[in-house]
């Protein structure tokens, strides 16, 4: 069965130091793969996907991700966080047996401490 | 900013009401869904409309009832929900299958507060 692992629940990080959030995921089959953000109190906005070709993608606020096959992996990074990207960073992946579905990690909250 | 509107943002509801949430789309998206999110974990999804025809019905109690009046529109009825049904419901929309790499576009949410 297909799953997502983040494997971390809180990421705090100082303000201006970089920050690495990971997923994880398992398939049998190829996938597409999705950041979403969710800032407090709000809805979920995508921040960057991966389809195909170049394995690291950006988002327009500093992210990137990089699809790493061999390793399952989709990590998110960011060289300076600022206090504003504290907010809950969800990875998923589309369900290859079922249409219209993705699969979700279980969250990692990012605290910025100033 | 996003392009999927949801109202009410607040709502609060005995078990014995009736309601209902309300979500429009303009971008001209095929598919509408309707996802349920507990505090701190990932959303649920609980029904997609393709085509204006349900698609997908994720084992949802019959408290709660879609409906796609036309492709831009979509609602949840709500009636006589429990405690444990309160929560943040968001509504979504994607062009077409997000397995063909369409991105999941989502609304701000309905915090619904059952008592």
């Known amino acids: 069965a297909q799953s997502v692992t983040q494997l971390d629940s809180q990421v705090p990080v100082f303000e201006e130091a970089p920050v690495e959030l990971r997923c994880n995921y398992s398939?049998?089959?190829?996938?597409?793969l999705f950041w979403y953000v969710q800032y407090p109190n709000q809805g979920l906005q995508l921040l960057l996907k991966?389809?195909?070709?170049s394995t690291l993608v950006e988002s327009i606020n500093g992210f990137e991700a990089e699809f790493n096959k061999s390793q399952t992996s989709f990590h998110l990074r960011k060289p300076s966080v600022h206090i504003s990207d504290t907010a809950e960073y969800f990875c998923a992946v589309t369900k290859g047996d079922s249409n219209y579905q993705l699969i979700w990690g279980a969250g990692t909250k990012l605290i910025i401490k100033p | 900013d996003t392009e999927v509107t949801q109202t009410p943002k607040h709502l609060v509801m005995g078990m014995t009401n009736k309601k209902s949430l309300k979500c429009e789309q303009h971008?001209?998206?095929?598919?509408m869904y309707w996802y349920k999110q507990k505090a701190k974990k990932p959303p649920e999804l609980m029904f997609v409309?393709?085509?204006?025809?349900?698609?997908i019905n994720e084992s949802v109690p019959s408290r709660f009832s879609p409906e796609c009046p036309n492709s831009s529109l979509l609602n949840l009825h709500l009636h006589a929900l429990q405690p444990e049904d309160s929560a943040l419901y968001l509504c979504?929309?994607?062009?077409?299958?997000?397995?063909?790499?369409?991105?999941?576009?989502f609304g701000e949410g309905s915090w619904l507060t059952v008592v």
């Open positions: 979504a929309s994607s062009q077409s299958d997000p397995g063909s790499g369409n991105t999941i576009y």
């Open positions: 409309y393709s085509y204006e025809k349900l698609s």
């Open positions: 971008m001209g998206h095929r598919a």
């Open positions: 398939s049998s089959v190829s996938v597409y």
């Open positions: 991966y389809l195909s070709g």
